[in-house]
């Protein structure tokens, strides 16, 4: 079992910051990535942010320049610093794991998500 648990959500307004961590644990081997995605009622989920175990990233268009995603592997956790929020930021953030391996002895991988965190950006 692996599980993904999230913090640092709540309620900013309009151009301030948060910072959201989520940390995998349980049957982990070895993680290719990690990263974020997020969901507004109606929509589908898109991507945020997400992390390589060997650094590459890549964002959404809709927050290149404003959120920043780094990880620590040794601790399999993953953040997403963000800044300069907008209303429209404001949805359910979902941490995501990809390509779990979970021992040595199989190759058989999967992929997680977490729970999720409710971000709100508003006056």
């Known amino acids: 079992q692996v599980h993904l648990v999230e913090s640092g959500g709540g309620l900013v307004q309009p151009g301030g910051s948060l910072l959201l961590s989520c940390a995998a644990s349980g049957s982990i081997f070895s993680i290719n990535g990690m990263g974020w995605y997020r969901q507004t009622p109606g929509k589908q989920r898109e991507l945020v942010a997400v992390?390589?175990?060997?650094?590459?990233?890549n964002y959404g268009e809709s927050v290149k320049g404003r959120f920043t995603i780094s990880s620590d592997n040794a601790k399999n956790t993953v953040y997403l610093h963000m800044n300069s929020l907008k209303p429209e930021d404001t949805a359910v953030y979902y941490c995501?794991?990809?390509?779990?391996?979970?021992?040595?002895?199989?190759?058989?991988?999967?992929?997680?998500w977490g729970q999720g965190t409710q971000v709100t950006v508003s006056s």
């Open positions: 992390i390589t175990t060997g650094g590459s990233t």
């Open positions: 995501y794991a990809d390509r779990v391996r979970s021992n040595l002895y199989s190759a058989r991988t999967a992929n997680h």
